[in-house]
């Protein structure tokens, strides 16, 4: 950010409540008000895309090759299609809005993993077996399309059929644990639409779709029931 900081001594304090976990994009969230912050103290005059720019720097010191999508969604917020060039230039990022409201469950495993181990992990695998991943990989590209057009429809049981499907692709990338699996298993059986890991895996968390507010609250009942935390929002 060009910041002299020899001389332009700064004092720098985090506070607030969201919670660290693998998944929850607080790396992200906090290098983005970082850079607001910068921003706004030195009248940096930064746009939105120089803001999101400083971010994704500062999730390079946290996972080494992060996506850029956890800076984007901070820096923009809302719902994002968002499409990394994986020949280096400029990313896609589309605005969402879906006509439907959509009740979610984040249910929290408490177990931290880094993404810098499992992206690894997830690469010497690839590289061992090139032809079974790209596979895979075709397969995760296709049901996040399907889903672009099912969230624009406020098609909720298409979004949830394609979340099991995923989250099976990513238990075959061994991207999900055995808390993770379980943690699905309870939405499931307590009536949610659709599961799966989001962000790292491993631990960390799952995320759950539900049909209406009655059946979200049975849902966080059932996995606060197994000893987990359970966060309720709502996406749309």
């Known amino acids: 950010m060009k910041v002299d900081t020899e001389n332009q001594k700064l004092e720098i304090t985090f506070s607030g409540s969201l919670i660290a976990a693998s998944g929850v994009g607080a790396s992200a969230a906090q290098c983005t008000s970082l850079s607001r912050a910068l921003n706004d103290t030195l009248n940096l005059n930064l746009t939105e895309e120089k803001i999101n720019e400083a971010a994704y720097e500062g999730e390079k010191a946290y996972h080494g090759t992060p996506s850029g999508i956890d800076n984007t969604a901070s820096t923009y917020g809302g719902i994002i299609w968002f499409v990394k060039n994986l020949s280096g230039g400029k990313n896609t990022m589309d605005l969402l809005q879906s006509p439907k409201k959509m009740p979610l469950i984040i249910a929290n495993s408490g177990i931290t993993a880094s993404t810098t181990e499992v992206v690894a992990d997830v690469r010497r695998l690839r590289e061992e077996n090139p032809g079974k991943f790209e596979k895979i990989f075709d397969k995760y590209e296709k049901l996040a399309y399907e889903a672009k057009t099912a969230l624009l429809e406020g098609n909720c049981f298409t979004i949830g059929s394609l979340m099991n499907q995923n989250h099976k692709l990513l238990q075959e990338i061994t991207v999900s644990g055995h808390v993770n699996d379980t943690l699905v298993d309870v939405a499931l059986n307590n ?40 966060w309720r929002t709502m996406i749309g």
């Open 191 to 230: 009536g949610a639409i659709g599961a799966k890991v989001t962000g790292t895996g491993r631990g960390g968390l799952v995320i759950s779709l539900a049909e209406n507010e009655e059946v979200q609250e049975k849902i966080a009942k059932a996995i606060q029931n197994e000893g987990y935390n359970a």
